[in-house]
Antibody, heavy 122, light 111 residues
Framework: EVQLVESGGGLVQPGRSLRLSCAAS????????MHWVRQAPGKGLEWVSG????????AYADSVKGRFTISRDNAKNSLYLQMNSLRAEDMALYYC???????????????WGKGTTVTVSS | QSVLTQPPSVSGAPGQRVTISCTGS?????????VHWYQQLPGTAPKLLIY???NRPSGVPDRFSGSKSGTSASLAITGLQAEDEADYYC???????????FGGGTKLTVL
């Protein structure tokens, strides 16, 4: 079964850091680009970051650029999101999603995890 | 303010047809990038509904259809059913932002 399972969410104070992980199974992980998408409470979906199959191409939303870092370990079938200098507006449910292609531009997300919740509060 | 614009809500009675619009610009939909649609049922993760403007993944009923023209796209749902009540999002790629973009989402209510 194709599956994505996020972890690492939790309560963190403003200005602190958190690292999210996404474990992939049921497919050849390094055949696909991957994305992080977030959803603030009661709000819509926001694309956060994308990474190509070989980590050569990476992009971020302007709202997180310079603070978040996406990475992947194909040997471990895992995707990561290092989040630094967290703000109240970063509080959201963070989804890991598989791209339909090895590269992320002009792609869609055909497999989604259930998400992990990040709460930013003092 | 989302890069892609969707109506906040639409509604229809069972059996009726509804459409949801998604309006972009020359840096995304108008630049030729595909539009994709997702359905998010309450309390669940989004699910791919339409990809590549009008293609349906296996298992998606043919009551759902997509189209694209110029800087806009539309999702049509015919034969509305109670189980279609959900949030719907369009998504594309923006060359100016060098990243993915979503619409603000449309809440479909089945009356």
């Amino acid at each position: 079964e194709v599956q994505l399972v996020e972890s690492g969410g939790g309560l963190v104070q403003p200005g602190r850091s958190l690292r999210l992980s996404c474990a992939a199974s049921g497919f050849t992980f390094d055949d696909f680009a991957m994305h992080w998408v977030r959803q603030a409470p009661g709000k819509g979906l926001e694309w956060v970051s994308g990474i190509s199959w070989n980590s050569v191409s990476i992009a971020y939303a302007d709202s997180v650029k310079g603070r978040f870092t996406i990475s992947r370990d194909n040997a471990k079938n895992s995707l990561y999101l290092q989040m630094n200098s967290l703000r109240a507006e970063d509080m959201a449910l963070y989804y890991c999603a598989r791209s339909n292609r090895p590269v992320y531009p002009d792609s869609y997300m055909d497999v989604w995890g259930k998400g992990t919740t990040v709460t930013v509060s003092s | 303010q989302s890069v892609l614009t969707q109506p906040p809500s639409v509604s229809g009675a069972p059996g009726q047809r509804v459409t949801i619009s998604c309006t972009g610009s020359s840096s995304n939909i108008g630049a030729g990038f595909d539009v994709h649609w997702y359905q998010q049922l309450p309390g669940t993760a989004p699910k791919l509904l339409i990809y590549g403007n009008y293609n349906r993944p296996s298992g998606v009923p043919d009551r759902f259809s997509g189209s694209k023209s110029g800087t806009s796209a539309s999702l049509a749902i015919t034969g509305l059913q109670a189980e279609d009540e959900a949030d719907y999002y369009c998504q594309s790629y923006d060359i100016s932002l060098s990243g993915g973009v979503f619409g603000g989402g449309t809440k479909l209510t089945v009356l």
